[in-house]
């Protein structure tokens, strides 16, 4: 019944080794966004996908990545990454961006990133 | 400056009692979505209940329900009855078609801890 997937759960690597987080989706929905999450905090938007049009916050730093290489498929990649980049990640997706109405973003189960 | 602000950070509600989480908001635009979420400590993002700006009712849904005050810009979540499994942290969040698209804008949180 998920309509939200990411994989993993819990990713642990090393300091400056790449890593990529995945999430996939089944609502066939046209824009997935990647967030960051600390520890008690609000999720902070990273960017987004509108279909195949990307989206960067403008303090997202350069280290992330993001790829989309279908409608259901979207990847985060994080280069070099550092012990600040520990956080949980997720994904979401909605049908649409620009209308207004009860849409809600749908979340995935979120990837706890470790950095070791 | 703030759009939402959750001046609660945390909670503790005996187990079958009401409790009401605050929720104050910032726009000029006049049309806007207003939602609440709800993150268990597993991590998972669950919506929970949406008011948009011209809804004349407040929104219901189960055990949850928005009080919606328009002239004072404020958005509380009331859930009744409370369960052990509503322990989560809630989030507020708005969306503003007009002026910011797409995103979502979340408060900081209120961590919510039901007492046996």
């Known amino acids: 019944d998920a309509m939200v997937i990411q994989n993993p759960r819990y990713q642990v690597t090393q300091f400056g080794k790449p890593v990529t987080l995945s999430c996939s989706q089944t609502l066939n929905h046209n824009v997935m966004y990647w967030y960051q999450q600390k520890s008690s905090q609000a999720p902070k938007l990273l960017f987004h996908y509108y279909d195949k049009d990307f989206n960067n916050e403008a303090d997202t730093p350069d280290n992330f990545q993001s790829r989309r290489p279908n409608t259901s498929f979207c990847f985060l990649d994080i280069r070099s990454p550092g012990l600040g980049d520990a956080a949980m990640y997720l994904c979401?997706?909605?049908?649409?961006?620009?209308?207004?109405?009860?849409?809600?973003?749908?979340f995935g189960d979120g990837t706890r990133l470790s950095i070791l | 400056a703030q759009k939402i602000t959750q001046t609660q950070p945390g909670m503790f509600v005996q187990e079958k009692e009401a409790v009401t989480l605050d929720c104050t908001y910032d726009t000029s635009d006049p049309s806007y979505g207003l939602f609440w979420y709800k993150q268990p400590s597993s991590g998972e993002m669950i919506f929970l209940i949406y008011?948009?700006?011209?809804?004349?009712q407040n929104a219901t849904e189960g055990r949850y329900s928005l009080n919606f005050q328009k002239a004072r810009k404020s958005a509380n979540l009331v859930i009744s009855a409370s369960q052990l499994g509503d322990s989560a942290m809630y989030f507020c969040?708005?969306?503003?078609?007009?002026?910011?698209?797409?995103?979502?804008?979340f408060g900081a949180g209120t961590t919510v801890t039901v007492r046996a």
């Open positions: 979401a997706t909605s049908r649409d961006r620009a209308i207004v109405g009860s849409q809600p973003q749908h």
């Open positions: 969040a708005m969306r503003e078609p007009r002026s910011n698209d797409y995103k979502l804008s």
């Open positions: 008011q948009g700006s011209y809804d004349q």
